[in-house]
Each structure stands twice: as structure tokens, then as C-alpha cells.
């Protein structure tokens, strides 16, 4: 299957957990380009600030446990942004805390995954995310906003 041209934003603190998703990535035959973003401030930086692309990533996979902004303030910034309102964005955290949950999808996540510790799970788990969110998934475009809105 061809993969959508857009490129993956990885927000993720843990160098290991990066080389595994890039890894995941590969194995899973996901070609998107992969930018990385190692804090929350650089997230935000590269979705919101000046060194943003002018197209929107085709995912995000966020980290909630981040350096100087956390995982769950920055989805509260990309969902108060209308240009990356309907990005999908699939948290991917060690932390199985109820509230983290329940958080995530109150911000407006599209998915929270739970990262698996073997790493074969792992690289399953995020071949399939890959899969499913660039491959099957029908995104919503920005400029439909306020489309379906009655006059």
C-alpha cells in the first residue's frame, strides 16, 4: 500500500523510544517522513511557531511525560490551533493513570495507547497506528471547518 506523503510528528523525550518508533516505523512499511520533537517546547515550536511547516502533520504521536511543556498542554495548544484542529493525534505514554486518560480525550485526542514494555509488542502496536491513522483513517481538512454549518 502507498503511503500518504505527509510527514509524522514524534513528540518524545526518550531517545530509545524514538529509535523503537523509527524502527516500528520501518518494519511497518510506513514511509511518512518521521520529525522528531524532543520536549514540549519544541512541539509547540515546530506545529505553532516560526519553524512550522505551512502543511499540518498527518499525525501526532505525543509523549505525555515531556521536558518544559507537557504532553497534555500541548494538546490543549495544537486543538486551540483551527489549522491543526483535526490532525489525529494518538497519545503513546508509559503512564496508565486514570486522570491521563481521561485528560487526553477531554483535550481532544483521537486515541491513547498505553506503550507496550517488550519490544516486539511495540513495534506491532505502532505499525498498526501507523497503518490505521495514515492508511484507512479519512482525516477532516482544516478548510472544511465551519463547512457543515448552517447559514
Given at each position: 500500500?502507498?503511503?500518504?506523503?505527509?510527514?509524522?510528528?514524534?513528540?518524545e523525550d526518550n531517545?530509545?523510544?524514538?529509535?523503537?518508533?523509527r524502527?516500528?516505523?520501518t518494519r511497518g512499511?510506513?514511509a511518512?517522513?518521521?520529525?522528531v520533537?524532543?520536549d514540549?517546547?519544541?512541539?509547540v515550536?515546530?506545529?505553532l511557531?516560526?519553524?512550522?511547516?505551512?502543511e499540518?502533520?498527518?499525525?501526532?504521536?505525543?509523549?505525555?511525560?515531556?521536558p518544559?511543556?507537557?504532553?497534555l498542554t500541548?494538546l490543549?495548544r495544537?486543538?486551540?490551533?483551527?489549522?491543526?484542529?483535526f490532525?489525529?493525534v494518538?497519545i503513546?505514554t508509559s503512564s496508565?493513570?486514570?486522570?491521563?486518560?481521561?485528560?487526553g480525550y477531554?483535550?481532544g485526542?483521537?486515541?491513547?495507547v498505553?506503550k507496550?514494555v517488550a519490544?516486539?509488542e511495540?513495534?506491532t502496536?505502532v505499525?498498526?497506528?501507523?497503518?490505521?491513522w495514515?492508511?484507512?483513517?479519512?482525516s477532516?481538512?482544516?478548510?472544511?471547518?465551519?463547512?457543515?454549518?448552517?447559514?
Amino acid at each position: 500500500p502507498e503511503m500518504a506523503a505527509g510527514y509524522i510528528l514524534l513528540v518524545e523525550d526518550n531517545p530509545d523510544d524514538e529509535e523503537l518508533t523509527r524502527i516500528a516505523l520501518t518494519r511497518g512499511r510506513i514511509a511518512n517522513e518521521l520529525v522528531v520533537a524532543h520536549d514540549g517546547a519544541e512541539a509547540v515550536a515546530l506545529l505553532l511557531g516560526a519553524r512550522a511547516r505551512p502543511e499540518p502533520p498527518q499525525l501526532i504521536m505525543l509523549d505525555l511525560k515531556l521536558p518544559k511543556i507537557s504532553g497534555l498542554t500541548v494538546l490543549q495548544r495544537v486543538r486551540a490551533e483551527p489549522r491543526l484542529h483535526f490532525v489525529p493525534v494518538v497519545i503513546l505514554t508509559s503512564s496508565s493513570e486514570d486522570e491521563d486518560i481521561i485528560a487526553g480525550y477531554q483535550l481532544g485526542a483521537n486515541s491513547y495507547v498505553r506503550k507496550p514494555v517488550a519490544f516486539q509488542e511495540f513495534v506491532t502496536a505502532v505499525g498498526q497506528l501507523g497503518l490505521y491513522w495514515l492508511l484507512l483513517n479519512q482525516s477532516a481538512r482544516p478548510e472544511w471547518l465551519g463547512a457543515a454549518a448552517p447559514d
